[in-house]
């Protein structure tokens, strides 16, 4: 039973996270909440991982991990053939 809660709080943190992400760049975002929830998780990750090698332990936080979910989402965007002020370009989204 504690697996199966602690992998509804991740799953719930990585929603937030990878939302959060999102929303911090303008412009919609063809991501599907299960892709929300892994930007959201690798951003976590990705942001415990930077701050653990260069300070030795965890100080992460929601805001590093917020920013670093909206670099993975810009990322996904520029690979989809968006930008920065222009989000994915309507006829690839309809594809």
């Not at 919609?28 to 299960?34: C, G, K, Q, R």
């Not at 979910?69 to 690839?92: D, Q």
Request: net charge positive; glycine share 16%; aromatic share 6%.
């Amino acid at each position: 039973m504690d697996l199966v809660a602690y992998l509804i709080v991740l799953a719930v943190v990585g929603l937030v996270v990878g939302a959060l992400g999102r929303l911090a760049l303008p412009g919609p975002d063809p991501l599907s909440v299960t892709q929300t929830i892994l930007v959201g998780l690798a951003g976590s990750f990705l942001a415990g991982l930077v701050t653990w090698l260069l300070l030795g332990r965890n100080v992460g936080g929601i805001a590093l991990s917020v920013l670093f979910a909206t670099g993975i989402v810009y990322l996904v965007r520029r690979s989809r053939g968006g930008g920065l002020g222009r989000p994915v370009p309507r006829s690839r989204v309809d594809r």
